[in-house]
C-alpha cells in the first residue's frame, strides 16, 4: 500500500514538471528575435527563477494609415444638353479689326438738279500781259509794265535763305480759308445746295496742307502746319486772324523764310457749270494749282517788298512747271494783300478748285510741294 502511494506521488510531481515545462516553453517561443534561447537557457540552470523574471512584450509597429478619400466630393463633370451641339477643341483667335479711313463716295448720291461740272486744263500765257519764264509764266494784272516784272524776277537768288535739316523751323503752312473744301465724289455733277465748306479736316484745306508739310519734312525742311479754322464760325475778318496767329509763329519762330496760305479757287462758268482746272500726272487726275503774288498799289495795299515775294514765286513756278509739265496756271500778280508784307517768301496758292475731288487736291499739293523741297535745296528723288 505504502508503494503504491509513492509511485502515485512520483507520477503526479512528474506530470507537475511536464506541464509547468511545456507552458514556459510556450511563452519562451513568443519571445522576438533571439530572446528564447537565452530563457531557454536559463530554464535548464533555475527553473524557479527563469518563470519569476519579467520579459518585455514586444510592440507591434504602428502600420501607416491608409489615406482616406476627401470629405469634399468631386464636382461632377458637365454634360452637354440635349441641345448643344459639339464645339471644336481648336479655337482660332479672330484678329482685331484695324482703324480704316472712311471710304469717300465713289459716285454721286442722288441729287435733286445737280449742276454740271467740266474739266479744263489751263495752259501758260504769252505776249503782252505775261512774263515768260524758263517753264511757267506770271500774269501781270498790275499797272505796272511787263518789263518791270521782268526785271524783277530774273535775279536768279532767292531773297531769303533757308537752311537744310535744320532744327529750326524754315517753313510755315496755315490757310486763312481752312473750311474750303472740294467734291468727295468724281462724277462731274454737283450739289447746288453744298456750300463747298466744311470743318472735317481730312476733307478741307487742312489736308491739302498736310500732305504738303509732310512732303516737305521729308526733304528736311523744316516745316510747321497750323491748322487753325480762321474762317470758322465767321469768314469775315480770317485775315485779320491769320495774320495774328502768323506774326505769333514769326515771334516764337525767328527762324521761318517761308509762309504758305493754302487754298482753293471757286471758278465757275456764266451758266453755273462748274470748272474743275485739272492735268494727268503719272495717269493720274491731278488738280492744278496757282500762286498768288500780292501787289503794293502806294495806297491801301502797302507791300514794299513785294518784288522780292515775286521773285521767289517766280523761281517756284519755274521749279512746279520744270519738275511736272501741266501743274500750273500762270502766277498772279495783282493789287492783293493776303499778309504777304510779314516775310518776302510769303504767298497764297490755291491748289484746284471747288469741282475738283479732295484726291486730285491732294496730288496738287504734293507736286507743289516737292517742287518747293527741290527749290530749297531738300532731299528729293
Known sequence: MALLRRCLAVLLCTAVLVGGTALTLAAVARLPGRAWLLRGAMLCQDPAATVSLSWPVPVEKPRPATPQPSAVSPEATPQPSPDSQPESTVVSPSPSPEPTVTPLPSAAPQIENPGSIRAEQYGQGSGTGYITLGAGSIHNLTQYSDADLRAAVTTPSLPFAVEVDSEEPQVLILHTHATETYQTWPDLVYDPDFTARTQNNELNMCAVGEKMAEVLNAAGINTLHDTTLHDSPSYTESY???????????EKYPSIKVVL???????????????????TVDGEDTAQVMIIAGCDNGSSIRLPNWRLNL???????????????????????????????????????????HANTVAEAIRGGQYAAEALAV???GHVE
Not at 485779320?240 to 514769326?250: E, F, G, H, I, P
Not at 493754302?262 to 492735268?279: M, N, S
Request: proline share 4%; charged share 25%; net charge negative.
Open 375 to 377: 527749290l530749297l535745296g
Open 311 to 353: 521773285r521767289f514765286a517766280a523761281a517756284w513756278e519755274d521749279a512746279m512747271e520744270s519738275r511736272t509739265p501741266g501743274l500750273t496756271r500762270p502766277v498772279m500778280c495783282a493789287y492783293r494783300y493776303y499778309n504777304q508784307d510779314l516775310t518776302t517768301g510769303s504767298l497764297l496758292i490755291e491748289i484746284g478748285g
Open 240 to 250: 485779320d486772324r491769320s495774320y495774328a496767329t502768323t506774326q505769333a509763329y514769326l
Open 261 to 279: 496760305d493754302v487754298h482753293r479757287d471757286a471758278i465757275e462758268d456764266a451758266d453755273g457749270t462748274r470748272v474743275k482746272p485739272l492735268c
